[in-house]
């Protein structure tokens, strides 16, 4: 199933501004944070250093530029996620897919390498690896799609067969070709499959029961005195209604 939705619509699933599970998920580890706060540090004395050597007293607008780059390391991550939406964001066609899930599989990833020094005092190369699932989606047309994100425990309660639903978006009007996938959600079990999360779930969730809703509305008979003056929306509509 395949269902377009409205600019209106994709634009309150796929926000400007990061939410705050975008935000937790851009603020990275302890290393991340610690480059924005080198980062912060740096900005703030090159801004010093200009004033000094620009100005006799302190001027307003170097304190107020020194105190933003002073807190890059708080609101880094806002701007890391916004830019991340706004690519997202410049699809101009969107779609509610549904389907199933075909294969799911864990696998080991590179996610980074580390120098160290071993007990011989030669320097190493240490590879980070983590553990990731992998989910293949399809549905009956023959579209699929796979998504990969890091294996967390209640990954534990995905298997085959099990409804899929995502976001999808295009360059084309009719969604005849994908471009790109927003997160996995699994109604049945009420799980979320993400790298990164795109959408404002509770939203997601909301625009899938009112499709649903309607869907269900439109399936069903007409009074027997409108049967025959009355005619029902066939499935290639219900395809194409907008939400």
Known sequence: MLVPLTRKTFEQLIPTVATSDQYAFSWGNFSDVLKRALISAVSVLIIVLINVFTTDDADPLFLLIGITAGLYWLWGPVLLASLRNAEFRRYPYSGLWQGRVLDVYITEEVTGQEERVNQKGELIIVENLEQRINLEVGDKTGFLAEIQAPL?????????????????????????????????????????????????????????????????????????SYRETSRMRSPIDQNHQRY
């Open 152 to 224: 967390r425990r209640h990954h534990q309660g995905i298997s085959r067969g099990q409804v899929a639903v995502m976001l999808v978006v295009s360059y084309q009007q009719d969604l005849g070709k994908i471009s790109k996938c927003s997160d996995v959600y699994l109604p049945t079990v009420n799980l979320w499959v993400s790298d990164y999360p795109y959408l404002r779930r509770d939203v997601f969730v909301e625009v899938i029961n009112q499709i649903r809703s309607s869907r269900r509305k439109s399936q069903q008979p007409p009074p027997s």
